[in-house]
Nanobody, 123 residues
């Protein structure tokens, strides 16, 4: 399985970015997908997840109402729309393919990880 994340960059506070993660090598629609972030000097933490069908989504409290996870199974791609960005959203964002445990909020629930894309929120 290969994951290619893109869409990161420099944005001002209050701005928006859309991250994309293209997957290959697996039946994409069968698996949960997740986004995690890792800020400098901190542990990787959960941001959002979406079930294979796209019918159910999960978010960490700090991004609810600002971020939206979605997927296009025809394109084998998962997205993270990030609005109203804050300084504290600055991090490397990773996408991941969920495993059989369905522990979508935990790193251990994911089998494969992308390389990460850097989001910097700065004025």
């Amino acid at each position: 399985v290969q994951l290619q994340a893109s869409g990161g960059g420099l944005v001002q506070p209050g701005g928006s970015l859309r991250l994309s993660c293209a997957a290959s090598g697996r039946t994409f629609s069968s698996y949960d997908m997740g986004w995690f972030l890792q800020a400098p000097g901190k542990e990787r933490e959960f941001v959002a997840a979406i079930t294979g069908s796209g019918l159910r989504t999960y978010y960490t409290d700090s991004v609810k109402g600002r971020f939206t996870i979605s997927r296009d199974n025809a394109k084998n791609t998962v997205y993270l729309q990030m609005n109203s960005l804050k300084f504290e959203d600055t991090a490397v964002y990773y996408c991941a393919v969920g495993g059989s445990s369905r522990l979508v909020r935990h790193q251990s629930g994911y089998d494969y990880w992308g390389q990460g894309t850097l989001v910097t929120v700065s004025s």
